[in-house]
């Protein structure tokens, strides 16, 4: 298959590519470092031209509410467009589990624009919903730090090997569209507090995890079932030791 992933050079991006390569398929990485702005619409007719799947691994640069929000809407709109013109078969993006149970961060709230555009957009399409990535529990640390403290809730995360995650993500890619929405999580669910811990204990981190429940999670409270993905989630096989050893 002719597949162009959006994003093609980011932490997913470069292994999905890797992967469908392996696999066979004609892949086409495209990134503003390729000539291809999706937020401006730069490059992107040429660079879908004869593709039959478009996979969006993009992210934004920031992460602030209105930049993110600016970011998403745009890049998708400009995507689906481009994919429109170009009969592209099969419109794949990735994002995250439970974005619509996390209202009080700007960065859920434009996840959760990117999905609609999505599903009105008019190309067939799968949205594909990730936990939490072992490489992001570093920075969801550094958010919650002050001083040597870090305040963290003990609602449980099940994060996921980006490995992982490309590995669901080419498997999709490949599939017929499911015009909805599919969950990939982790092997294991973990208390956040607990795997900070964990995580700080391996990385020789002397910062202590003081458990707050009160603590927020990107600026929203989270509960047992807020970033946990639903009974059907296809899972993830690294555990957060063996991405630790
Ligand atoms: N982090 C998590 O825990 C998590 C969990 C679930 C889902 N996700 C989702 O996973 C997706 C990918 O994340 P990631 O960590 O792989 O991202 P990443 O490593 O930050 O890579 C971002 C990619 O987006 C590209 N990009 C940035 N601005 C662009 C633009 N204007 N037009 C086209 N491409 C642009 C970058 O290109 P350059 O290299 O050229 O700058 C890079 O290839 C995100 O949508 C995120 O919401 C993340």
Known sequence: MNIVIIGGTGLIGKQLTRLLEQ???????????????????EGLDAALAGAQVVVDVTNSPSFEDEAVMHFFRSSTRHLLEASARAGVQHYVALSVVGSERVPDSGYFRAKVAQEALI???GVPFTILRATQFHEF???????NTEG????LPSAPLQPIASADVAAALADVAVQAPANGMLEVGGPEAVPLDALIRRVFQARQDAREVVTDDQARYFGSRIGKDTLIPGPGARLGAITVAQWLG
């Open 119 to 121: 599903r009105a957009g």
């Open 137 to 143: 529990l570093m920075p969801i640390a550094q958010v």
């Open 148 to 151: 040597e403290t870090v305040r």
């Open 23 to 41: 696999a066979g398929h004609a892949v086409t990485p495209a990134s503003p470092s390729s000539g291809v702005n999706a937020v401006t619409g």
